[in-house]
Nanobody, 125 residues
Framework: QVQLVESGGGLVQAGDSLRLSCATSGRTFSLYGMGWFRQAPGKEEREFVGIISRSSGSAYYADAVKGRFTISRDNAKNTVYLQMNSLKPEDTAAYYC?????????????????WGQGTQVTVSS
């Protein structure tokens, strides 16, 4: 069992930066690929943001955030981060981290076994 807790959300202006953190429990953090998703107000589905591999050797991003967002992880601290720069109003959403035992690019929510409770990011124009 893996428990995930996100933090770092808030209200910012367009163009600002935020860094989200996702702290995990357990000793098996390094076994999981870690993804970030978001769910905008009024939308039913969670949108893939990005994923980082177990060793931080590779990361993949959705086109909507590529070049602005960066995912990193610290396996010693059992924590994954989402650095968000040049934020736009359309980035407003609840952001979730998730863990998957599957390898490779996993962009569907059903490919992830564990989820955090989410942290709200609101970007004003």
């Amino acid at each position: 069992q893996v428990q995930l807790v996100e933090s770092g959300g808030g209200l910012v202006q367009a163009g600002d930066s935020l860094r989200l953190s996702c702290a995990t429990s357990g000793r098996t953090f390094s076994l999981y690929g870690m993804g970030w998703f978001r769910q905008a107000p009024g939308k039913e589905e969670r949108e893939f943001v990005g994923i980082i591999s177990r060793s931080s050797g590779s990361a993949y991003y959705a086109d909507a955030v590529k070049g602005r967002f960066t995912i990193s992880r610290d396996n010693a601290k059992n924590t994954v981060y989402l650095q968000m720069n040049s934020l736009k109003p359309e980035d407003t959403a609840a952001y979730y981290c998730a863990a998957t035992l599957d390898y490779g690019l996993r962009y569907r929510p059903d490919e992830y076994s564990y989820w955090g409770q989410g942290t709200q990011v609101t970007v004003s124009s």
